[in-house]
């Protein structure tokens, strides 16, 4: 039989090439498939998920059941209602009780009037409401700059600023307890971060001399409290560094805004530093203002940049009207009511002496109504909590990795509503309780 077909010899090279490839297709789909591991396609089989599994069993082991997602009735102040029980609450930070306060509550109120309970859009193409405006200035004449930018949540605030000021010719400096947000934020931008020895500002000039003139930009980031251990750092070293070195300081005011300083200024007010020696102010406001979101402040040509550009701004709904509402009650209330920054100060120096009396560890706190009560082993963090939800005081634990391994604590947010009586009776228990472990 003769064959019609050119044998492989008279094929050209390119010809040759395209049957060689679809041989090879042919066999690529003839041949089975690799096996893929569960692991890879379902969450369950996730070796963090199976982890997250095996220390909530450990939890169940110990009889100590479910400690997270406690659902709490009512407004979350000094005392917290919890399965129709009455507790001392120091898992707040409701600092200075702005949150259930009825003069907020109103002006919230007649802003859902006005306004509806939702922006209904980003705000840079048809979500802009005056109150928006309103409580942007607001913010920056306390904070005492010239303009500030909100976004609708805390954590998003510090990811989408940090991550897009900043690129991969930049070097970021930031405290080795910075918050995650923060830590997140360093990532995105694509920047060298380096964690400098916590609040070491010597450390910190030192990296500087020897790697600024590597780099474009320059971010170092302080926090105004550290929310796991109560203290502060010293800012006017650190705005001194900060211009000699010809960087970018921001100041993370989460748990300092409204809390430190005569008039709940921040740490700013609390050293009589001016305002704009810092670049960035950050603050959240569902701590000291009885809302939710965060805030950038500082100069005029910052906001605008981050307004047209910010990703976590321009492509987010505009902060709820209710909320920006209760920003701006809150702040009002503090201007006439100073008072209640003194007595926070007041309470929570209490209870800090008393713990120390009581020989217990309150780590670095200071100056602050953060107060950890440290234990060292996890799981004695979580029964030490637990028993003292028996004896009528709700207060959380943090463990690794929230906290450095071996340094499991409760955390105490100490507010301007929690009397002496109750300060007292809870370091009494407390000592009590750690005597026991």
């Known amino acids: 039989m003769i064959s019609l077909l050119p044998s ?128 942007e200035r607001a913010i920056a004449d306390f904070v005492g700059v010239e303009d500030s930018i909100v976004f609708v949540g805390g954590h998003a605030t510090n990811v989408t600023t940090v991550g897009h000021l900043f690129g991969q010719h930049d070097l970021i400096l930031h405290d080795a307890l910075s918050h995650n947000s923060l830590l997140q934020g360093a990532l995105l931008s694509g920047a060298t971060a380096i964690a400098f020895p916590h609040n070491n500002w010597q450390a910190l000039d030192q990296i500087l001399r020897e790697r600024r003139p590597r780099y474009q930009r320059v971010l170092i980031i302080v926090e105004g409290v550290y ?116 007595k926070l100060h007041q309470r929570a120096k209490l209870f800090l002496t008393l713990a120390k009396d009581q020989g217990l560890n309150t780590g670095l706190s200071q100056d602050s109504p953060v107060i950890p009560i440290i234990v060292g082993d996890s799981w004695k963090s979580v029964q030490l909590s637990q028993n003292l939800f028996k004896r009528g005081i709700n207060v959380p634990f943090m463990f690794y990795p929230s906290v450095p391994k071996n340094a499991a604590r409760l955390r105490f947010f100490i507010t301007c509503n929690h009397s002496e009586e109750q300060i007292r009776y809870t370091v009494d228990t407390l000592a009590e309780e750690v005597a026991k472990l």
């Not at 009885?290 to 100069?299: H, K, R």
Request: glycine share 8%.
């Open 8 to 135: 492989v010899s008279q094929l050209s090279c390119q010809e040759k090439r395209s049957l060689l490839a679809e041989l090879l297709e042919k066999k690529a789909k003839s041949a089975p498939l690799p096996e893929i591991p569960a692991e890879y396609y379902q969450i369950e089989y996730f070796p963090e998920y199976l982890h997250l599994k095996q220390q909530q069993q450990e939890l169940a082991d110990l009889g100590l059941g479910n400690p997270f997602f406690t659902p709490q009735e009512g407004i979350a102040n000094d005392r917290a209602r919890i399965r129709g029980q009455d507790y001392i609450n120091y898992a707040t930070y409701n600092y200075l009780g702005m949150c259930g306060d009825p003069i907020i509550s109103q002006f919230v109120k007649e802003a859902i009037d006005r306004y509806g309970t939702s922006a209904c859009a980003s705000r840079l193409l048809s979500g802009e409401k005056v109150i928006h405006q309103e409580l």
């Open 227 to 342: 929310s796991t251990d109560g203290d502060i750092p010293n800012l006017p070293e650190f705005i001194q560094i900060k211009k000699h070195h010809k960087a970018f300081l921001m100041v993370d005011e989460a748990h300092s805004i409204g809390v430190l300083g005569k008039h709940g200024r921040g740490i700013g007010e609390h050293f009589e530093i001016n305002p704009h020696d810092v670049d960035l102010w950050m603050g959240t406001l569902s701590k000291s203002f009885a809302s939710c979101g965060g805030y950038i402040a500082g100069s005029k040509s910052l906001v605008e940049y981050l307004k047209y550009t910010a990703p976590g701004f321009v492509f987010s709904v505009g902060i709820s009207p209710p909320n920006a509402a209760s920003v701006i009650a809150a702040i009002q209330v503090l201007k006439n009511e100073p008072q209640r920054v003194e």
